[in-house]
């Protein structure tokens, strides 16, 4: 069996090294080289704490204020505000209680796997030295800010996730950079952080072809099928024989569901970072302010911040702005912070309006199936995801029940 993997970030990356440990013949095709869309750029961070949906009315009756402020966390480009209309109209719908309910369940089902999965990942491909031993802290100035954010701590103490509240001065015997003024802080043992998630996604590709895999560049045009898939056309003409077909090119992937039949509301979030190479200082922990909406990440030999917002679909310029309001924001946390020898980037994030990401065969052609929607957590989700999707695509039994992730559930 040949299985063609579209999109090769941390997910297709992840899920073609699965399937090629099951004996199946793969080849991953991107139109960059690995690692070099939405992986390059995260917050390194393996979140299990926030699978949230987005949805919840805590987050959902802020957005018209935060869209109303130049420097608020959310911000859509006027211009795009029809195209996202349908998408907005999802995003209310999966605000009822009931479907909240059953979405928190759903992301939490991903995420009490997510560390486990990534450690068993790092461990078999001789990658362990690239996560950290340090968790995550979730800052607060006082009692009202941490009551704001009630709900999160709540959600996981339902289902069980490990976390410890802290003074501040506890927070700064943890990470003594820290502002006087945070007054509480969270401790998120288990949000581990990757050392270079790029890296991470280039070491795995280099074990998959070690293994016999084949990586190829190129820009996916077409698929030609029947009642199953027949072959990858690519746009300068090459033509990939394929009995299977992944679909996970992160914010890309709608249109190639489109091409397939198969529309999903798959909207890109644009995430921006500012990776600080002298930051001046030192930290063991990443920390996330939610009242202030922004990360800050020791990664990739320096401190990532990112954490910002923009709604402008895919081909839009990037805003690098919203890259300096989040390294503002950070400095309040963290004084001493220095933003010297920095890069800005910005990345397409794929956003399905219930938080929850597709993992399914295709509800129209045999030997075609969808990675896609994960949003801010595809590092989070990439280990679980290649294992449960090397189940599902090799005929195993999937160790979780997949039907809540399918595709037609729109």
Known sequence: MTTVVVGAGIIGTAIAHD????????????RDAPGRGASYGNMASIAVTEFMPASRPSVWKQIP??????EGPVRVRPGYMPRLVPWFLRFIAASRPSKLRALEAQGAALCSRALGDTLALLRETGLSDQITEEGCLS?????????????????LERFGFAHQILTGVEARDLEPELSRDIGMAVLFPENRSMRDPYKLVVALADQFTAQGGRIE??????????????????????????????????????????????????????????????????????????AR????????????????????????????????ITVRRAQTA????????????????????????????????RGLFYATGH???????AATTARLMGQLITGAQPEIDLHPYRINRF
């Open 65 to 70: 204020g935060w869209m109303l402020d130049p």
């Open 217 to 290: 560049r190129g820009e996916v045009a077409g698929f030609a099928r029947t009642d199953a898939m027949r072959e990858v056309i690519l746009k300068d003409g090459r033509r990939i024989a394929a009995d299977e077909v992944v679909i996970c090119a992160g914010a890309h992937s709608t249109t190639l569901a489109r091409e397939l039949g198969e529309p999903i509301p798959l909207e890109t979030e644009r995430g921006y970072h500012t990776q600080i190479m002298a930051p001046g200082i030192s930290m063991r922990h990443s920390i996330i302010w939610p």
């Open 19 to 30: 399937l090629k440990k099951r004996g199946r013949d793969v080849v991953l095709i991107d």
């Open 334 to 365: 963290l004084p001493n912070l220095r933003c010297e020898n920095f890069t800005e980037w910005m990345g397409h994030r794929p956003a399905l309006p219930d938080t929850v990401p597709i993992l399914s065969a295709s509800a129209r052609t």
């Open 293 to 324: 909406a922004f990360m800050v990440t020791p990664t990739a030999g320096g401190i990532r911040v990112g954490g910002t917002v923009e709604m402008a679909g895919l081909d839009a310029a990037p805003d690098y702005r919203r890259a300096k």
């Open 375 to 381: 949003g801010h957590l595809g590092l989070t989700y």
């Open 139 to 155: 800052l607060y100035t006082d009692q009202a800010e941490f009551r704001a954010d009630r709900d999160h701590i709540e959600i």
